[in-house]
C-alpha cells in the first residue's frame, strides 16, 4: 500500500490583532533558544520590529534581519547565504518570516538548511506560498545557477496572517493573489490530463481541496475586488487552502500547471530580452486564460473572472509586449519537461502560438 506523507501547518491564526498571538504560538510549539525575523526593508521591516517586541515580551529570545534584494538580483543568493551564516553562528533555534512572498522564500530556505521549524507571517495576499511547502521558479533557478542543488523545503509550522497588517497592501498585490488562486482550475485539468495519458499520482483530496480554493475566491470576487476585510479573509484563507493542497499532494501538482510553466517563461525572458514582468499571480491568471481555452474549457469565465477584479487579461493590460508572449507560449512546455501538462501534447511553433493567443484574446 502507497505511503502518505503530509507536511501541513499545526497552527493557523488569522484576524485582526493576530501579532499579539505569537508568543502564545511558539509557546505551544515548544520553542527554545533564539528565534531569526526574517523582513524586507519597506513597511515589513516595521511589523518585524514589532514581532521581535511581542517575541521578547513573551519570555524568548531574538533578532531582527533585512533582506534587500529580490531573486532578480545576480547577488540575491549570497545574500542569502550571509543571512543563513549569520543565523547558524547566531544558534538560530526558529525562524520566522515577515513579509511577502520573497521574503517568506527567504525564510523557508534559512529554515530547511539549520532544519529549524518556520513560521509565515504573511504582510499580502500576493501568492499562495503563505502556507507552501516550496519556493518560487526563479529562487530555485537562482539556486540552480548557483550549484545549490535541490533543497527540501518545509511547510511552515504556524501561520499568523494579521488582517489588520493585509488589508493595508497595494490593490495589485490583491489581484495577483486572485490570479494565482483562478490559476488552480487549470492546475488540476493539468493534473488530471497527466494522470488519464501518464499514470501520474493523483490525490484527490489535494486536488478538491485547491479547487475550493479557487471556488472560494471566485464566489466572493466582488468582496475581494473592494478589498473589504471579509474579502480580505477570503482570500487569505483560500491562499493557505491552496499551499496546504499542495502539503497533501506532496507537491506542487494541484496548484500548478501549464498556465505556471507561461509565467516562468515570461520571467526567464525577461532577462533574455530586458522587459519587465508582471507579478507571478497576474502572470498566472493570463496564462489560465490560454491553458482553459487549450483544454476546451469554459475560456472566458476565468477570463471575466479576472475582469471583475480589474485584473490584466491580455498584452495590453499585462503591459507585455505580444512577441514576448508568443515567445513564452512556445518556450513553456520546456521548463520543466518532467510536468505533464496540456503543452506537452500540443508544443506549440510560432504559428500555432500566435493563433492560441489570438482566439484566446491575449494579442
Not at 320 to 344: M, N, Q
Amino acid at each position: 500500500m502507497l505511503l502518505d506523507y503530509m507536511e501541513i501547518p499545526r497552527y493557523v491564526v488569522m484576524g485582526p490583532k493576530a501579532l499579539e498571538h505569537i508568543p502564545g504560538v511558539c509557546s505551544k510549539l515548544g520553542f527554545r533558544g533564539l528565534g531569526y525575523i526574517v523582513s524586507g526593508s519597506t513597511f515589513t521591516r516595521r511589523i518585524a520590529e514589532e514581532v521581535l517586541s511581542l517575541l521578547e515580551e513573551g519570555g524568548f529570545k531574538a533578532v531582527a534581519v533585512i533582506v534587500s534584494g529580490n531573486p532578480r538580483c545576480d547577488g540575491f543568493i549570497e545574500e542569502i547565504r550571509s543571512i543563513y551564516r549569520d543565523a547558524k553562528k547566531g544558534g538560530a533555534r526558529f525562524i520566522v518570516g515577515v513579509g511577502g512572498g520573497t521574503v517568506l522564500d527567504t525564510a523557508k530556505l534559512i529554515s530547511s538548511w539549520l532544519n529549524a521549524p518556520f513560521v509565515s507571517i504573511p504582510t499580502s495576499t500576493a501568492h499562495d506560498g503563505i502556507a507552501s511547502p516550496a519556493v518560487s521558479f526563479l529562487l530555485r533557478y537562482r539556486l540552480s545557477m548557483c550549484s545549490e542543488g535541490e533543497v527540501k523545503i518545509s511547510a511552515p509550522m504556524a501561520i499568523v496572517a494579521d488582517i489588520d497588517v493585509i488589508k493595508d497592501e497595494p490593490y495589485h498585490m490583491v489581484v495577483a493573489g486572485f490570479g494565482d488562486l483562478i490559476a488552480k482550475y487549470t492546475a488540476v485539468k493539468d493534473w488530471r490530463l497527466a494522470v488519464r495519458e501518464r499514470g501520474e499520482e493523483y490525490s484527490e483530496y489535494a486536488a478538491s481541496m485547491s479547487l475550493m480554493s479557487a471556488n472560494l475566491s471566485s464566489r466572493h470576487a466582488s468582496s475581494i475586488k473592494d478589498k473589504s476585510v471579509y474579502g480580505i479573509r477570503v482570500l487569505v484563507k483560500a491562499l493557505i487552502g491552496s499551499g496546504v493542497a499542495m502539503s497533501i499532494a506532496g507537491s506542487s501538482r494541484p496548484a500548478s500547471g501549464s498556465e505556471h510553466l507561461f509565467s516562468h517563461a515570461l520571467d526567464l525572458l525577461s532577462f533574455k530580452h530586458g522587459f519587465e514582468p508582471r507579478s507571478h499571480g497576474v502572470q498566472c491568471g493570463v496564462g489560465s486564460i490560454v491553458a482553459m481555452y487549450l483544454h476546451g474549457g469554459d475560456w472566458m469565465r476565468i477570463r471575466n473572472l479576472l475582469l471583475s477584479v480589474k485584473a490584466p487579461v491580455d498584452s495590453k493590460t499585462l503591459g507585455i509586449d505580444e512577441e514576448y508572449l508568443v515567445e513564452a507560449l512556445i518556450e513553456a512546455s520546456r521548463i520543466r519537461p518532467e510536468r505533464f501538462t496540456i503543452l506537452s501534447k500540443i508544443k506549440p511553433d510560432r504559428g500555432v502560438a500566435e493563433d492560441i493567443l489570438t482566439k484566446a484574446l491575449v494579442i
